[in-house]
């Protein structure tokens, strides 16, 4: 059997394929775990500094989740559709958005359902120009699951969100980057390239500051600003022991180009 995700690592960065082609890249149970202990992987290792990942085929970035599996869970009682589907997929969503390296989507095509909640959830994302998202999921009589509820109201805005959830409409890569959703639309042959030129900038820094500031930001931006400035200031006091400090300050200083070592 073909991976469900493929995995490439380009110099320091690491290439995530969802590799269901042929199912639209639908997340079924199997490819999230997969891709959660891809994502421990990459975190142990100090030579990846950076994740884009995407979907393959020229279709869909994902589908969203596997209804024929999600089905035969709702049919075997709640208590089991919960946690087979909706804790799975939320435990996966909250991953991406709190993991201590840069994760970029590169929105190759459908993201509709758990595809657009992940691209919802990742630091930051590239779309193709053929790229449609959509939330569908009150389609088939359920609200979203991997926490469509809750995260593209904060990003997108109440009532935005609202007509996105209610009405199930699909909706464009250009409105997508209008709400937050994106950071930028680009010629389908250039989204790899854009999604792994993004990358390259982020990792000329200190991976320990892009580290703190990923940590500060997910906690602290569903906080009174009071606790997040807290949290800002606690991310400093653990940054400030570092080398990488030391360097960054030496290296401006010199006005040369800092060495990280990432200690």
């Known amino acids: 059997m073909p991976d469900l995700i493929t995995y490439e690592q380009k110099g320091a960065i690491a290439l995530l394929t969802l590799n269901r082609p042929e199912k639209l ?3 079924n149970y199997a ?8 994502l421990d992987a990459i975190e142990a290792d100090p030579s990846i500094r950076s994740v884009v990942l995407t979907g393959a085929g020229d279709r869909a970035f994902s589908a969203g989740g596997d209804i024929h599996e999600f089905t035969e869970s709702v049919k075997a009682g709640i208590d089991i559709a919960v946690r087979e589907f909706c804790k799975r997929g939320q435990t996966m969503t909250a991953r991406l958005e709190a993991f201590p390296k840069p994760i970029i989507a590169a929105v190759n095509g459908i993201a509709f ?3 657009c909640e ?12 053929d790229a449609v998202f959509a939330k569908p999921e009150i389609n088939i009589g359920i609200p979203p699951t991997f926490g469509g509820t809750q995260r593209l109201p904060r990003l997108a805005g109440r009532k935005r969100a609202l007509e ?9 890569p250009q409105r997508a980057y209008e709400m937050g959703l994106v950071n930028k639309v680009v010629p389908h042959d250039q989204l790899l390239p854009a999604a792994f030129d993004l990358a390259e900038r982020i990792i000329r820094h200190s991976p320990l500051a892009a580290s703190r ?4 930001v997910t906690r602290g931006i569903n906080t009174t600003i009071e606790e997040g400035l807290l949290i800002e200031r606690e991310q400093f006091a653990r940054m400030a022991a570092t080398s990488d400090v030391h360097e960054g300050l030496n290296a401006w200083i010199a006005r040369r180009t800092p060495e990280y070592k990432g200690v």
């Open 31 to 38: 490819t999230n775990d997969r891709l959660l202990a891809l």
């Open 113 to 115: 359902g758990g595809g």
């Open 164 to 172: 996105l959830l209610l009405t199930g409409d699909t909706f464009s």
């Open 213 to 216: 500031i990923i940590t500060a």
């Open 25 to 27: 890249n639908a997340l």
């Open 118 to 129: 992940f691209t919802e959830a990742v630091h930051l994302a590239v779309a193709s120009e």
